[in-house]
């Protein structure tokens, strides 16, 4: 842990912005999804912070593909070095609902969701790890990955534009919990 101090202060202290205590955020992932999302941190101490984000899609696509949902992810931050400055440890809770039908995922996740439409509610909690980089006084970029415990209280129905009620239940799995590469303003 001292040797992570000592190379964090040797090779970002000339970028040090002792004054930062607030920001906004949006992440660029989530936007590549038509996710319109925004997030908010402030520094609570030398070297920890919470960060609190939301997202909303509420958008329906041609051929009957839905992906509304709103998603709301609590997190605190311990910060290596300092507050908005290079590698942090997280903690989050994530909260939302959904409505999905055939939505669109890279590389083909979540198979299911073409044949069916699922509406519920979903939660969990997990642990990331990330790194900031100072780009600017007022601009930086951040990347954050994070795993941990998802579950969904749904419902399943027939197909995805149809109203047939199939199945409902909960599941329960390890998941990718938060995935984001953001861009970050500074406000004071």
């Known amino acids: 842990m001292r040797l992570a101090v000592a190379l964090c202060a040797l090779l970002i202290l000339p970028q040090t912005l002792n004054a930062q205590r607030l ?17 908010a941190e402030a520094a609570l101490a030398p ?18 593909r839905k992906q509304k949902q709103w998603v709301v992810q ?13 590698h942090f440890l997280a903690a989050h809770l994530i909260g939302g609902e959904f409505n999905m039908a055939d939505p669109f995922f890279p590389f ?13 509610w979903m939660y969990g909690a997990g642990i990331g790890y990330g ?35 199939l199945n409902e239940g909960f599941s329960n799995s390890m998941a990718v919990t938060k ?10």
């Not at 070095?81 to 290079?86: A, Q, T």
């Not at 953001?182 to 004071?188: D, G, N, Q, Y």
Request: charged share 20%; glycine share 10%.
């Open 23 to 39: 920001a906004v955020k949006t992440n660029v992932l989530s936007a590549l999804t038509t996710t319109v999302n925004l997030g």
């Open 47 to 64: 070297r920890w912070s919470i960060d609190v984000s939301g997202s909303y899609n509420a958008w329906d696509f041609d051929e009957y």
């Open 131 to 165: 790194y900031h980089w100072i780009l600017s006084p007022r601009w930086s970029l951040e990347g954050e990955v994070g795993i941990g415990y998802m579950g969904t209280k749904h419902e399943q129905y027939e197909c995805i534009r149809c109203g047939t009620l």
């Open 179 to 188: 995935l984001s590469i953001s861009v970050v303003f500074m406000i004071f």
């Open 74 to 86: 609590p997190e605190a931050r311990y910060w290596f070095c300092e507050v908005f400055n290079g």
């Open 108 to 120: 083909s996740l979540y198979r299911s969701l073409g044949d069916y439409r699922f509406e519920g």
